[in-house]
T-cell receptor, first 115, second 113 residues
Framework: DTEVTQTPKHLVMGMTNKKSLKCEQH?????MYWYKQKAKKPPELMFV???????INESVPSRFSPECPNSSLLNLHLHALQPEDSALYLC??????????????FGNGTRLTVT | GESVGLHLPTLSVQEGDNSIINCAYS??????FIWYKQESGKGPQFIID?????DKRQGQRVTVLLNKTVKHLSLQIAATQPGDSAVYFC????????????FGAGTTVTVRA
């Protein structure tokens, strides 16, 4: 089992809905990430939080809004999504911010379907 | 065992044989490399990593080889088992790269009984 927990596992939402994805880790990691993964493709970086502050936004549309309430929790708020936003949304964490010497640990993702 | 000289999207291997999955990277500044395994319905799972000051690193049934001269990374799996069926991604980054991992396209490994 992964040490990064994501809820819900599956989510179906209409284009006018507002929903939130949640992620939790208790490994004491200080960097947390949101990735988007389409079928048969590698994960694509969306956001990075470093010490609870947003450090990277990879030009993600504003209908995706991240939030980091504390060092263990990461949320992704969704509003007015499009069908092409359907994907697997992965949360990850790493011990320290920065690329090297600190592998990312991923959760099992939320499978999102926008109808 | 199975050997793939260039990156291929799929690899079929007989149970019990050794598997080799290849990955080419383009950034000569990359100094940290990771292999992930992603099973159906799950997130990527960390397998093994290697820094650029090493050529080889071994784990349990897995070995990662790094050839910086030709910018090539490989993952060897010994005595491949049905549970090894998954998509395998290599990832690279370099120090002070703003937390960004660059993932390869992935190789789907299917183990034949």
């Amino acid at each position: 089992d992964t040490e990064v927990t994501q809820t819900p596992k599956h989510l179906v939402m209409g284009m006018t809905n507002k929903k939130s994805l949640k992620c939790e880790q208790h490994m004491g990691h200080r960097a947390m990430y949101w990735y988007k993964q389409k079928a048969k493709k590698p994960p694509e970086l969306m956001f990075v939080y470093s010490y609870e502050k947003l450090s990277i936004n990879e030009s993600v549309p504003s209908r995706f809004s991240p939030e980091c309430p504390n060092s263990s929790l990461l949320n992704l708020h969704l509003h007015a999504l499009q069908p092409e936003d359907s994907a697997l949304y992965l949360c990850a964490s790493s011990q320290v911010p920065g690329g090297s010497n600190s592998p990312l640990h991923f959760g099992n993702g939320t499978r999102l379907t926008v109808t | 065992g199975e050997s793939v000289g260039l990156h291929l999207p799929t690899l079929s291997v007989q149970e019990g044989d050794n598997s080799i999955i290849n990955c080419a990277y383009s950034n000569s500044a990359s100094d940290y490399f990771i292999w992930y395994k992603q099973e159906s319905g799950k997130g990527p799972q960390f397998i093994i990593d290697i820094r650029s000051n090493m050529d080889k690193r071994q784990g349990q049934r897995v070995t990662v080889l790094l050839n910086k001269t030709v910018k090539h990374l490989s993952l060897q799996i010994a005595a491949t088992q049905p549970g090894d069926s998954a998509v395998y991604f290599c990832a690279e980054t370099y120090t002070h790269n703003d937390y960004k991992l660059s993932f390869g396209a992935g190789t789907t490994v299917t183990v034949r009984a």
